[in-house]
């Protein structure tokens, strides 16, 4: 059974930083694309940041220049440092994962959801 657990979050100041983790456990034979996704309330879903495998990344305009990702393949982890952070940041943030699992004796890349962690930040 493969897991995603996320830590890192909390109540944090305007203008302060915080950095998520996210890891995955479980048998896994590949990694593929990794992203945070935050959702606030009354909100849909939307991305944040995301992290191919070759290491190229993509943020949303919101969070430009303020967010970083960034991953370790070795401990199937993939980070979100978040600095100068806004009140409008306060979400909660889901990790993504695409990884190469065995289900039923297929191997595919499937994708996988973190459980959610909450930040917010105060004016």
């Known amino acids: 059974q493969v897991q995603l657990v996320e830590s890192g979050g909390g109540l944090v100041q305007a203008g302060g930083s915080l950095r998520l983790s996210c890891s995955a456990s479980g048998s896994i034979f590949g990694i593929n694309n990794m992203g945070w996704y935050r959702q606030a309330p009354g909100k849909q879903r939307e991305l944040v940041a995301t992290?191919?495998?070759?290491?190229?990344?993509n943020y949303a305009d919101s969070v430009q220049g303020r967010f970083t990702i960034s991953k370790d393949n070795a401990k199937n982890t993939v980070y979100l440092q978040m600095s100068s952070l806004k009140p409008e940041d306060t979400a909660v943030y889901y990790c993504?994962?695409?990884?190469?699992?065995?289900?039923?004796?297929?191997?595919?890349?499937?994708?996988?959801w973190g459980q959610g962690t909450q930040v917010t930040v105060s004016s």
């Open positions: 992290i191919t495998s070759g290491g190229s990344t």
């Open positions: 993504n994962q695409v990884l190469r699992t065995d289900v039923g004796g297929t191997l595919a890349f499937r994708n996988y």
